[in-house]
């Protein structure tokens, strides 16, 4: 059920809390897909004077890869327009959202993706369960 995401990208240096910026296109909103069980975004440290700063981003959602990204940037595309702003090698795909580039930015993801679109060995679930299903359960 659960697959994982590992998106390890190149920011550009002069970019203001570039984790930050990044994790908030996976934080929930009024219409994003119940989906997403944990996301967060790290800095990579890099040696000093580097023209670039490193993030990686990682996921648990529910669902198989493009779709996840694909609903995930419909929903709420103004925060993953702000993201490829900063992401080196995404400025030519905004607005991510437009038919034309959605499966380009699906495949830049992909390309980046450690998991290779969760199909990465050693990643498990303990837990059978989707994010409906467990908030359902809590009445949420």
Not at 60 to 88: G, H, T
Request: glycine share 6%; proline share 8%; charged share 10%.
């Amino acid at each position: 059920m659960a697959q994982g995401l590992s998106l390890l990208i190149q920011v550009e240096s002069g970019a203001s809390d570039p984790a930050g910026t990044i994790a908030r296109a996976f934080q929930a909103n009024a219409t994003s897909p119940d989906i997403v069980h944990y996301a967060w975004a790290v800095d990579i440290p890099s040696s000093a004077g580097l023209e670039t700063k490193t993030v990686l981003l990682t996921t648990v959602y529910d669902e198989q890869f493009a779709p996840y990204i694909r609903d995930l940037v419909l929903a709420n595309p103004a925060p993953f327009n702000a993201a490829a702003k900063i992401i080196i090698g995404l400025q030519n795909l905004i607005p991510v959202e437009s038919p034309a580039n959605l499966p380009k930015f699906i495949n830049f993801v992909l390309q980046h993706d450690l998991t290779k679109g969760g199909t990465v060995p050693g990643f498990f679930q303990t837990y059978p369960y989707t994010v409906v299903q467990i908030k359902n359960a809590l009445g949420s």
